[in-house]
């Protein structure tokens, strides 16, 4: 069974940079493709960026974050981070890892089997 820990939300100026963390366990990371996805109130969930199982995975962003948002994986620790960089307001919202056992890289909830609790983002302006 596969549990996912976020940490690193809390609360960030507009133009700041803040990073997520979410810790896999219960399955070594390299054989899962892992994701972030985000939430706003009243809003539904939406993909950020993933990356894909293997030594060899590819990454995946919203074209709207690419810019801005960063993914690093460090396999031996099992961790996959989001580095997120000139925060806007609107990126306020409760972030949520997400793990998939597909080799590719989903961009819906549907496509992830295993979520973490969710860690919140709040960037004030």
């Known amino acids: 069974q596969v549990q996912l820990v976020e940490s690193g939300g809390g609360l960030v100026q507009a133009g700041g940079s803040l990073a997520l963390s979410c810790e896999a366990t219960?399955?070594?990371?390299?054989?899962?493709?892992m994701a972030w996805f985000r939430q706003s109130l009243g809003e539904e969930r939406e993909f950020v960026a993933g990356w894909s199982s293997g030594p060899d995975g590819t990454t995946r962003y919203a074209e709207s974050l690419e810019d801005r948002f960063i993914l690093s994986r460090e396999y031996m620790e099992n961790i996959l981070r989001l580095h997120m960089s000139r925060s806007q307001p609107g990126d306020t919202a409760t972030y949520y890892c997400?793990?998939?056992?597909?080799?590719?890289?989903?961009?819906?909830?549907?496509?992830?089997?295993?979520w973490g609790q969710g860690t919140q983002v709040t960037v004030s302006s």
């Open positions: 997400a793990a998939s056992r597909q080799s590719r890289i989903g961009l819906t909830v549907s496509d992830y089997n295993y």
């Open positions: 219960g399955r070594p990371e390299n054989e899962l493709t």
